[in-house]
């Protein structure tokens, strides 16, 4: 079977020529970035805020010392800036939290960039690979002069679309899992913005206890 597979994608290269081997090398790399990234999302905890999102209500609800205990127990990679700025009251300025947050999340899109890449230039090679396969095939055609095989005709086109067919197969699925990376980074920015927001901006009927106060009362409960 590893063999019958072997000689399949040997004739595909040997049709498809330098053209559709570059757009499979791009093809592992595309796969490997996003087995990386998914792995990376998953140690993360990306989409698991159940404890911090229960922490930021408990904090809505006055209790910082039980918010520090949910945030010691979160797996959401955004519970260590939370909790520091729960304990630590005079290094959290907003803006500090805030940048810590952003970091974290631009770790996380991490390799956007190359699969956006692939999935731009993988149909322009496909399609560069077809025009090459069509100027072959023309020039045979005028070599061939009036003694001309349509059938030869036929089979070189073919091949020359052959290309474009590998460019869009390494294109859309590539774009489409990254679309999907990119929607689960925007839900996690827009988490990580109503956490602070929470932390900073208390609820009205709190707005009297500022996070300094509220921060002395976590590690006094603690």
Excluded: C
């Excluded at 698991?48 to 039980?66: S, Y």
């Excluded at 800036?81 to 631009?106: N, S």
């Excluded at 059938?151 to 869009?168: E, F, P």
Aim: charged share 20%; proline share 5%.
């Amino acid at each position: 079977m590893w063999t019958a597979l072997q000689d399949r994608l040997a004739g595909i290269l040997d049709l498809g020529g330098p053209v559709v081997a570059l757009l499979m090398a791009l093809s592992v790399l595309s796969l490997a970035v996003i087995l990386y990234k998914l792995w990376q999302f998953g140690a993360a905890g990306v989409g698991r805020h159940r404890g911090l999102r229960r922490a930021l209500e408990e904090i809505d609800r006055a209790q910082p010392g039980r918010a520090s205990a949910t945030l010691r127990g979160s797996r959401s990679h955004l519970a260590p800036v939370l909790l520091r700025a729960l304990e630590a009251p005079e290094e959290a300025a907003k803006e500090r939290i805030e940048a810590e947050a952003a970091a974290r999340l631009d770790r996380l899109e991490t390799g956007f960039r190359i699969l956006d890449s692939i999935a731009q230039i993988a149909p322009l090679l496909g399609l560069f690979g077809t025009v090459l396969g069509m100027i072959d095939a023309f020039q045979a055609l005028q070599d061939a002069g009036a003694s001309v095989d349509p059938s030869t005709l036929a089979g070189g086109i073919w091949v020359a679309l052959l290309t474009t067919a590998a460019g869009l197969a390494v294109s859309m699925p590539t774009t489409l899992l990254l679309t999907f990376l990119e929607s689960r980074v925007a839900r996690e920015r827009a988490l990580a913005e109503i956490a602070v927001e929470t932390l900073f901006a208390p609820l009205p009927e709190r707005a009297s206890a500022p996070l300094g106060s509220r921060a002395g009362a976590a590690a006094h409960a603690g």
